[in-house]
């Protein structure tokens, strides 16, 4: 009995913050997630972005882990990026002055890979938002008759007088 209460509250907070803003910064906030290197400082920004705004955890796993596939996938397009920024000369004076700030070098940009990922990541946000917040409205009617329909979802409903 109490496990099943346990349950019911941890699956209750992967359901806050459904609203349609909330699952799309959701979307936004587990693409920088997932396309930012673990061992750098922004990822851990970007993770403590999830407890302090309202989003949904669920919709921001998901995310996070989708483009976590994409970052492995897309590693040599990362790296060709990267590089490139890097050794262009007129940004030679620009990564030099970042790399003497106090906090920037912990970002890892001037690895190559990691500064392609965090480039798309930065430029991608609030057009996949933007994006995401669309495509949420017009698949929710779709997607919420979905879900109510599944075995799972039965299940999960059955335990709810459980929950108090």
Avoid: C
């Amino acid at each position: 009995m109490i496990i099943i209460k346990l349950i019911y509250r941890f699956l209750s907070y992967f359901q806050s913050h459904s609203t349609h803003q909330g699952l799309a910064l959701g979307i936004a906030v587990g693409m920088l997630l997932g396309l930012n290197p673990i061992n750098s400082v922004q990822f851990w920004i970007f993770l403590t972005f999830i407890f302090l705004l309202k989003l949904n955890l669920s919709t921001t796993l998901a995310s996070s882990l989708i483009f976590w596939l994409i970052r492995y996938l897309g590693k040599n397009a990362f790296f060709v990026l990267g590089e490139f920024l890097l050794n262009k000369k007129s940004l030679l004076a620009f990564w030099s002055y970042f790399y003497h700030l106090p906090i920037l070098p912990f970002t890892n940009f001037y690895i190559p890979d990691y500064l392609g990922e965090i480039i798309v990541s930065l430029f991608l946000f609030i057009p996949l938002h933007l994006f995401s917040l669309k495509l949420i409205k017009v698949l929710e009617p779709f997607l919420y008759h979905w879900w109510r329909t599944t075995k799972l979802y039965m299940i999960y409903r059955g335990y709810k007088p459980y929950a108090r």
